[in-house]
């Protein structure tokens, strides 16, 4: 922590402070809320969000009883020093009604296509294991089960050597995205997340920072 942001930072006569939250994993806006200084020190001590409800008049520690909590990833304060940006990884939905940011009611819905992530791809495909719409490959694979899945990994997972041993780069490509979208088939089969396999390949990079700590020294 710099405590010089620390100090200069301005509350409100309230004695509150804006905290916009952000998905440290695709930049996205997941909700609003406000800090009082006891919450950004308890937010600061235990690394995950803890805020004030102004219409509770208490503090409340997210998913302190839904246990979407949110790891804090970064706190950044804007140039005034009034408002706070919260860079977080979420342990589920960050609004109270399930969905994924509390910002979801559009006004001037976008014209843009929504741009590609993993996890909008892992969600479409748990869409398709529930609703099975006819022709979709995807169903397909749900319909015939782990067996045929696991064949499919196997399969993508071949061509993928095969490519890249020629040193095709382009059908390497090609091949690790149809072996990427079997694996979230996969994961979606045996209910595993994308924030675990993420949860999963950050401690490796914990652990394996603190061997290179332990080699400097």
């Not at 219409?55 to 408002?83: F, H, P």
């Not at 741009?115 to 791809?121: A, C, D, E, R």
């Not at 990994?153 to 059908?171: F, L, P, W, Y």
Request: hydrophobic share 35%; aromatic share 8%; net charge negative.
């Amino acid at each position: 922590m710099d405590k010089n942001v620390y100090e200069k930072l301005k509350f409100n006569s309230h004695g509150l402070i804006p905290a916009v939250v952000m998905d440290a994993d695709n930049g996205k806006l997941l909700m609003v809320a406000y800090m009082n200084r006891e919450a950004l020190d308890i937010t600061l001590a235990e690394g995950y969000t803890c805020f004030w409800s102004r219409s509770r008049q208490e503090l409340w520690r997210k998913g302190e009883t839904s246990g979407n909590r949110q790891k804090v990833v970064s706190i950044t304060a804007d140039c005034d020093y009034d408002t706070l940006e919260v860079r977080v990884h979420k342990d589920g939905p960050a609004c109270h009604t399930g969905a994924e940011s509390c910002f979801f009611n559009e006004l001037v819905p976008s014209e843009e296509p929504e741009p590609f992530s993993v996890q909008g791809l892992y969600e479409l495909l748990v869409n398709r294991k529930e609703t099975r719409p006819e022709g979709s490959y995807t169903s397909y694979l749900f319909e015939k089960g782990l067996d045929k899945i696991l064949k499919k990994v196997g399969e993508e997972s071949t061509e993928v050597i095969i490519a890249g041993h020629a040193r095709d780069k382009r059908e390497t490509i090609y091949e690790l995205a149809d072996l990427a979208y079997h694996a979230l088939v996969l994961m979606v089969e045996l209910g595993i997340t994308p924030d675990e396999v993420k949860a999963e390949l950050a401690s490796r990079h914990i652990i394996d920072h603190k061997v290179k700590q332990e080699k400097m020294t």
